[in-house]
């Protein structure tokens, strides 16, 4: 009786004090962090006593027979403590959403535990799998759970069902497919968690944070048994629940505000798990819709929903070997991610130009480390299966939708990145006059009537100023005719940023891919033990023509990998031209053939007689073949036949 009675005095003074919020957020983290430390051996036990145990071999990089579906003690642990926390607290602290959306959310992830329970013990088949996701999902659309919620413009609500279900379901997928090492899913998911907790105490949201710290706390709980070397997994019931917790929450948590806050941040905070899924979808669409032109060993043939081995966490662990290095480099940079997120939460001014240099600088990364299987495949196919008499055929009208496709969703992006307010309707009645004005101009100044494939510099910048003539006649009509109008110079610069560079990727996307495609496959010969390697003599426009020709005939060329180039201009020494180190002189070849391991020698460049025979005398004592490729006008014979036939 004395302590429930020092336990009300003491309540009331925290309340007045505002301790018992702090008490809140510590009773959250730590509780779920308890319950799941101690839930887990017990819910490994049960597991193993039942048989539900991941077996090594196929596309597993486990060495021993290890329990699954322990995400259950993550359920347990997150549930559990939001209900206690709801008990103790739930007079003095008032969530954003009320019993309604939790009782959705529960029941939701109730199902989605089941559905993952089943998929661990038999192996269900993905669509049963993604027919309980959707229906998670759906649950949780009714119940509140909505994107148009907490976006600056409304959505019609078949358009919020749609989007809805495609988020939701994308962030489960996203945790599901990223679970593939040990601690990675579980270690992704707590930093998702706390930078999303971090985001509403920046918004001055704290309460909303609880159940971000409660599944933050579970997750970490979960990771002192689930690190490398990972005693029990998470299982597709506890990556999948991950995913939803992830995804769906946000939704709710907060006020009706701008994209960044709604869906920006979990964007980010999910970005290693939403890049991975996304590069999956890419290569497995590309490689079980052409499976002709993907064949370069059987391995490689799979249906979509067959899996493989070159998720993100392979590829790192490729890099890097050990599991604990590989999860500690994907953390990093999950870490990074969360923290331009939180910045972009604060610095609302520099929110655009911070957004783009990331932006720039995630796409340097991800296509210089990460990408190079997907356009190597993308790559393949487009230049394999589009004949140039068909591609000619198709070009303008392909321009003309890339241009309107583009235009329309960079405006509509544009209006929600810089959180300026648009109705639906308004926005709808806004999109055509914009884009019709930059279209008419872009069309009457020749655009469609180029040949892109071979455009020249200046093709491009006329293509810039007829743009920025069609937006600029567009401004300049709304501000004399449309006097009720008000043109944002943030909302024109942001429509720019995003639509033009899309366009112009259009437009050399074919001589993009096979450069990449080029580079790709230079990177692979230089690896390949039964590749030629080649000095070549020259390092003028005549190895540019060589060059080019050699990208022209990707897949057909022989397994050549030059290594360096050689030429008698000091200057070029030590430099790169055209992507090849220039290693010295022309008299330098028989010391370079040996130190570069030179198995052939090709001259690309125009030389004398006298020249030529030179080098045909330094190749004599070494062990290589020496070739010439030339590119000249020769005078064509007639024939008698032939001259017949032209005076007929």
Sequence with gaps: MVIFDWYKESRQ?????????????????????????????????????????????????????????????????????????KVLFGDVIRLS????????????????????????????????KLAGQIGAALILYFGGFRVGGGLAIVLPQAVDL????????????????????????????????????????????STDALPFLALAGASLGFLRYNFNPASIFLGDCGSMFLGLAVGA??????????????LGVPLIAMGIPIFDTMLAIWRRSMRALFPEVMEVGA??????????????????????????????????????????????????????????????????????HMVRVELWDTGRILLARTP????????????????????????????????????????????????????????????????????????YLWFIVSFVMGLAAFVVGVEFFVKSCQVHTNLVLTFI???????????????????AVSLIETSLMANRPDSVRVLVCGSGERLRAYLREQRFNIGKRESLYIVGALDDDPNLWGRK??????????????????????????????MTEERRQELSRQAQSLPVKIKEWSLEVKPVEITERGRDEREV
Aim: charge should be positive; include cysteine; charged fraction near 15%.
């Design 97 to 128: 959403y009320g019993e309604t959306k939790l009782w959705s959310f529960m029941i939701a992830s109730s199902l989605l535990l089941g559905v993952g329970i089943w998929d661990d013990a038999r192996d269900i088949k993905p669509l049963v």
């Design 497 to 515: 940023l995003l639509s033009l560079p899309l366009m112009i990727l259009a437009r050399i996307i074919r001589d993009v891919l096979r450069e």
């Design 249 to 262: 929450l946000p939704l709710v948590s907060g006020q009706k505000s701008e994209l960044l806050a709604s």
């Design 299 to 368: 391995k490689r043939i799979r249906g979509f929903m067959d899996g493989d081995k070159e998720h993100i966490h392979h590829r790192v662990l490729a890099r890097f070997v050990s599991q604990r290095r590989a999860a500690g480099v994907l953390y990093i940079f999950s870490i990074l991610l969360v923290a331009i997120g939180l910045y972009l939460v604060v610095a609302a001014e520099r929110r655009l130009g911070v957004f783009l240099v990331a932006f720039i600088v995630a796409v340097f990364l991800i296509v210089k």
């Design 577 to 606: 031209v055209f992507g090849i180190k220039v290693v010295g002189a022309l008299k330098d070849m028989a010391t370079k053939v040996e130190e570069l391991n030179i198995s052939e020698v090709l001259i690309t460049a125009k």
């Design 162 to 205: 749609v989007v809805t279900l495609f988020w939701i379901v994308g962030a489960i997928n996203a945790f599901n497919l990223i679970d593939g090492m040990d601690g990675l899913a579980a270690g992704l998911a707590a930093i998702a968690a706390l930078g999303l907790a971090g985001a509403l105490f920046l918004r001055n949201l």
């Design 388 to 459: 140039r008499s068909v591609s000619v055929r198709i070009a303008v009208p392909f321009y003309i939708t890339v241009d309107v496709v583009v235009m329309l969703l960079a405006l509509a992006l544009s209006h929600l990145i810089t959180g300026i307010p648009c109705m639906m309707r308004n926005l709808v009645l806004e999109m055509p006059f914009v884009v019709s004005v930059i279209f008419i101009v872009l069309a009457l100044t020749g655009n469609y009537n180029r040949i892109w494939s071979r455009a020249l510099l200046r093709d």
């Design 13 to 85: 003074q925290f309340v007045a004090s505002g301790t018992i919020r702090m008490l809140a957020y510590c009773f959250s983290f730590i509780l779920s962090l308890l319950l799941s430390l101690v839930l887990t051996p017990p819910v490994r036990g049960l597991v193993k006593r039942l048989g539900l145990m991941d077996v090594p071999g196929g596309r597993r990089i486990h060495e021993q027979p290890t329990p699954r579906a322990g995400g259950i003690a993550v359920f347990v642990a997150f549930h559990v403590t939001l209900i206690l926390v």
